[in-house]
Structure formats: structure tokens, C-alpha cells
Nanobody, 121 residues
Framework: QVQLVESGGGLVQPGGSLRLSCAAS????????MAWYRQAPGKERELVAS???????NYADSVKGRFTISRDNAKKTVLLQMNSLNPEDTAVYYC???????????????WGQGTLVTVSS
């Protein structure tokens, strides 16, 4: 079975920074795309950033220039460096991968449990 475990959320003041980490576990052979989504209270879940195995990245317009996504393929981790945070960034952040190939089978649409980021003074 494949799991995604996030860490690094918390309370930060406006203008501050946080780094989120997501580690994939299981008998994983390959993960092509990894992504971060977020869901604010009363809003739909939205894509924040994604990265594929060759390093190509994609960002939501609202975070371009402030957030940076990166990955370590060997460690099967994805990071989200968040700078210049503002209250509108407050949300539960979820790690996601659409497809994971393991020794035994292929898993689809895997989500982590989420980590809360609160930006407030």
C-alpha cells in the first residue's frame, strides 16, 4: 500500500515562510507527478503546484514567485517552500499523486492526510 505523509504546517505571521514536506512510502517503483493542493474553509480544493519526474513545474497564478516546489526522486519526497505568506494562503495543504507504480500493482489518485497552514498576526 502507498501512503503520502505531509509535515511542516503551522502558524506563521504575514510575510513569513514555511516549508512543507511530503514523503511517499511503500514498495514504489515510480511516481511521475507529485503535487500540492490546498483547501481553505468554505472553498473548493485547488491546485497549488505540481512537478513531474523530469523537474517540470506548474504553479497557480496566486502563488507564482512566492512558492517553490521541488522533489527528491531517490527519497520519494516533494517539498513546497512558501515565502511571503499572506492570510489568503491559510488552508489545509494536501500532497497528491495521480499515479504510483509499485512492485505489485498501480495505485491511482493518492492523497495525504493534509497539514494545516495558518497565516495570521
Amino acid at each position: 500500500q502507498v501512503q503520502l505523509v505531509e509535515s511542516g504546517g503551522g502558524l506563521v505571521q504575514p510575510g513569513g515562510s514555511l516549508r512543507l514536506s511530503c514523503a511517499a512510502s511503500g514498495s514504489i517503483l515510480s511516481i511521475n507527478e507529485m503535487a500540492w493542493y490546498r483547501q481553505a474553509p468554505g472553498k473548493e480544493r485547488e491546485l497549488v503546484a505540481s512537478i513531474v519526474s523530469d523537474g517540470t513545474t506548474n504553479y497557480a497564478d496566486s502563488v507564482k514567485g512566492r512558492f517553490t516546489i521541488s522533489r527528491d526522486n531517490a527519497k520519494k519526497t516533494v517539498l513546497l517552500q512558501m515565502n511571503s505568506l499572506n492570510p489568503e494562503d491559510t488552508a489545509v495543504y494536501y500532497c497528491h499523486t495521480p499515479r504510483v507504480v509499485t512492485r505489485f500493482t498501480t495505485y491511482f489518485r493518492i492523497w495525504g492526510q493534509g497539514t494545516l497552514v495558518t497565516v495570521s498576526s
